[in-house]
Each structure stands twice: as C-alpha cells, then as structure tokens.
C-alpha cells in the first residue's frame, strides 16, 4: 500500500510571500488552454480565432472559472460553513473549488464575450470545449497535493495503488484525485481533441463535452468520498456532485441530437 507523500503546499516563497501548488495548476491551467487554443487555430484558420482573440477570451474566461468556482463551492457544497465563516469565501489559495459553479461562472463569461466580440455562443463554447480537459487534470493534481478530496476506502482485492492518507485513518483509500486527473482529465481532452479536429456541426463538440464530463465525473464520485452538499439527502445514494452531473449529462446528449438534426436537415 502506498502512503501520500503529505507535500507541502507550499511550492517557494518570495519573502513574506508564499506561492502554492494549488495556485500553480491554476496558472498551468490557463497556459495549457492558451498554447492549446492557438494551437487549434493554427490548424484550422477557418475558425477565425486570432493570437489577440484567444488571450481576450482567457481574461474572460479566467474571471468566469475563479468567481464561479468559488461561488459554486460555497453555495452547492458548504453553504452553511461558509456562512459562519463568511471570510473564509475569500482564502482561495486554501483550496475549496467547485467545478459545477466555475462551469456555470465559465458560461456567463462567454456569453458576455460572445455579446461583445459579436461571435455566436456556440461557436466561443464549441471552440474552448476541447482545451478544457487539460485544466481540469491540472486542477486534480492540485488536490492530490493539497491532500484533499481523498478516495473512499479500498475493499478486497486491494490495487497496488491503494494509497493511506495518515491525516485521515490508516485504511487503504482510491487516490480518486488521480483518478479524475486521467478521467476528466487526459481521457476526455483526448476524446475531445480527436473530435473537435474535424468540422462537426454548432453545439456538437460542446454537448460531446457535457456529455463526456458527465458520465466521467459521475462515475468517479463512486471511489471518491462524498463532500457534503445541498443535494446530498436527495436518495438513490448519489452525491451532490451526481445529482449535479445528471442535467449536464442530458443537455450534452440533446444539444448532439440537435446538431445531429441539424446537420442532416
């Protein structure tokens, strides 16, 4: 069995200022979706999307994944904690991140983009859908250093990757933290990369993104333990994030059915 090396979460500091990990995968993060995004635009120039263009949709969409992110953690998962510790809302660096609300806080900031740049939504979500991935892995390996978001523990037969997490209990537990890096993570951005590559009609590689976020998000909350949340005593055994995954799931499937229709129309 393995145990977690209990990084500190500290990577350097700079005098009285500390620069984490956490806030680190953020960075890489946005710089994966930046030499991605051009990337992407290079090989297919029909798109449109200029150097200048990609660098003002990140600022939009850096504002969008922060704010939401934190909002949909404090409002979906520990309103009641945050409440009482209202200044808590804004230590960031600590970790406490929710990717249901920084997706939301992600489609507000690009429809404000799409408003004032005077491109179609479906054509800003459709484009940044297959870079995406790349930071949700990034952001897995945040939490696995952080020590946080811990599996649930391991029955028989044990993997040889079962992992103890000391702070937690000494039982063998599924790393799901990494388990979501390669599923969320690398495996979709794989998927996505691969479809997007080729024309695919308005709304497919975003609802192939919904969907495929979906069903891998839901199946991973199976070997993580649950966080609490505001869906939680809903039934069925399924965990806030679930619930939460399930509309995600459907729209990503109508919205490829539309553009399946759409295509053959």
């Not at 150097?51 to 949709?57: K, N, R």
């Not at 990757?161 to 690398?186: K, N, T």
Request: net charge positive; aromatic share 16%; with cysteine.
């Amino acid at each position: 069995m393995l145990t977690h090396p209990q990084f500190d979460p500290v990577a350097f500091s700079i005098g009285p200022l500390s620069v984490r990990w956490y806030g680190l995968m953020y960075l890489v993060a946005f710089l994966c979706f930046v030499l991605l995004a051009r990337r992407r635009a290079r090989q297919r120039p029909g798109l449109g999307w200029s150097d200048e263009a990609i660098d003002d949709l990140l600022f939009y969409g850096v504002f969008g994944v922060i704010l939401g992110a934190r909002l949909g953690e404090v409002l979906f998962f520990q309103p009641d904690w945050y409440f009482a510790h209202p200044a808590e809302i804004f230590a960031v660096w600590k970790g406490g991140m929710s990717f249901h609300g920084g997706f939301l806080g992600v489609l507000l900031a690009m429809w404000l983009y799409a408003r004032r740049h005077d491109r179609g939504f479906w054509e800003v979500t459709d484009f940044i859908a297959p870079m995406v991935p790349i930071g949700l892995a990034a952001g897995r390996i945040g939490n696995f250093i952080n020590g946080e978001l811990w599996g649930r523990p391991m029955g028989e037969p044990l993997m040889p990757w079962a992992m103890r997490f000391p702070w937690v209990d000494d039982l063998p537990r599924h790393p799901s933290q990494i388990y979501q890096a390669c599923g969320e993570g690398l495996l979709l951005f794989v998927f996505l990369w691969w479809y997007s590559s080729r024309p695919r009609p308005p709304r497919a590689v975003s609802g192939a993104f919904l969907a495929g976020y979906g069903a891998l998000r839901f199946g991973a909350e199976f070997f993580r333990t649950p966080d609490p949340g505001i869906f939680s005593d809903l039934g069925l055994g399924l965990t806030t994030a679930q619930w939460l995954c399930v509309p995600m799931f459907l729209i990503g499937i109508g919205l490829i059915a539309r553009a399946c229709a759409i295509r053959h129309s």
